[in-house]
């Protein structure tokens, strides 16, 4: 079946500091991968998308590469900012169900 | 404002008491979820359903029931809850299957006791 592992947190940051947060999938066929963000007290929104191999999504500076041949969308920013701490989860959407994996916490300090 | 409404947020019940948690989306959406969130599990989907009259089971169904009569509206129903269905619900809309993502509810906290 699907599924999605991603790195286990906490992880804390200093203010600027480079972030890279880890996800790897199993699926079968061609899945379409997601980020989504969960801010203290809140639902889950959606951070970036990629829909095929080599897609690159992007949004508030965050990125992550779809690579089918490492099965891979690690999620990266540049520079965090204490604002970005939150949990986030790594996802594969497949027919009619999203997969999640269980979530990163992030801590950024100033 | 495009968004999915689920009420109540809170709620806290007694073990064997009906309940029902309400879901309406405002987006035309065809494919609607209910997920449930749990430390150290991450989310599991529970229904989903990808048109009217159309629903099928997720990865966790056994204690819930829903309907979806009309686009528009998504209820996740507990027959008879028990102590195991604590946890943080939430209900998502999407466009399609593929490629569009969710749009998350805000969440319901239930407390069965």
């Known amino acids: 079946g699907n599924s999605v592992t991603q790195m286990e947190g906490p992880v804390t940051l200093s203010e600027e500091a480079f972030l890279t947060i880890n996800c790897t999938y199993t699926?079968?066929?061609?899945?379409?991968l997601f980020w989504y963000v969960q801010y203290p007290g809140e639902g889950l929104q959606l951070l970036l998308k990629?829909?095929?191999?080599?897609d690159k999504g992007s949004n508030k500076g965050f990125e992550a590469t779809y690579r089918k041949e490492t099965t891979s969308f690690h999620l990266e920013k540049g520079s965090v900012q204490v604002s970005d701490s939150a949990v986030y989860f790594c996802?594969?959407?497949?027919?009619?169900?999203?997969?999640f994996g269980k979530g990163t916490m992030l801590l950024v300090s100033p | 404002e495009a968004q999915v409404t689920q009420n109540p947020r809170y709620l806290i019940t007694v073990t064997g008491k009906k309940l029902t948690v309400t879901c309406s989306q405002n987006m035309n959406h065809e494919y609607m979820s209910w997920y449930r969130q749990d430390p150290g599990l991450g989310l599991r989907q529970i229904y989903y359903s990808m048109n009217v009259e159309v629903t099928d089971k997720g990865d966790v169904p056994e204690g819930y029931k829903v309907s979806r009569k009309e686009k528009r509206n998504f209820p996740l129903i507990l027959e008879s809850p028990s102590p195991n269905q604590t946890s943080l619900y939430f209900c998502?809309?999407?466009?399609?299957?593929?490629?569009?993502?969710?749009?998350f509810g805000s969440g319901t906290r239930l407390t069965v006791v």
């Open positions: 998502a809309s999407s466009l399609s299957a593929r490629g569009y993502g969710y749009t």
């Open positions: 699926a079968t066929g061609y899945p379409s």
């Open positions: 990629a829909t095929k191999a080599d």
């Open positions: 996802a594969l959407g497949r027919d009619s169900t999203l997969t």
